[in-house]
């Protein structure tokens, strides 16, 4: 079984930043795509950025955000630049897969709090 566990959320100004971590644990599995999804009150959650084969951003945060991974570590980070107060949001890490006796993996984290506030 995959767990996610994210950090590294929290309170920061408009125009700072902040970095957040996923780090994926467990046996048995191989993780083909990493990625961050947003969610606020009342909306669906929506893709921020996804790294597997290649790399892909939502229109709203591309030139701020950067993802990027370390797959020996089964770990994905997020680098948030130049935050908006609209970036404010739930955010979640994403993994999907498969284990190794042929099943898939679609495992997500707990979800961090950003939030983007003078």
């Known amino acids: 079984q995959v767990q996610l566990v994210e950090s590294g959320g929290g309170l920061v100004q408009p125009g700072g930043s902040l970095r957040l971590s996923c780090a994926a644990s467990?046996?048995?599995?191989?993780?083909?795509?990493m990625g961050w999804y947003r969610q606020t009150p009342g909306k669906e959650r929506e893709l921020v950025a996804i790294?597997?084969?290649?790399?892909n951003y939502a229109d709203s945060v591309k030139g701020r955000f950067t993802i990027s991974r370390n797959n020996a570590r089964n770990t994905v980070y997020l680098q948030m630049n130049s935050l908006k107060s609209e970036d404010t949001a739930v955010y979640y890490c994403?993994?999907?897969?498969?284990?190794?006796?042929?099943?898939?993996?679609?495992?997500w984290g707990q979800g961090t709090q950003v939030t983007v506030s003078s």
């Open positions: 994403n993994a999907v897969g498969s284990t190794i006796y042929g099943g898939s993996v679609n495992a």
């Open positions: 467990g046996s048995g599995f191989s993780i083909r795509a």
């Open positions: 790294s597997g084969g290649s790399t």
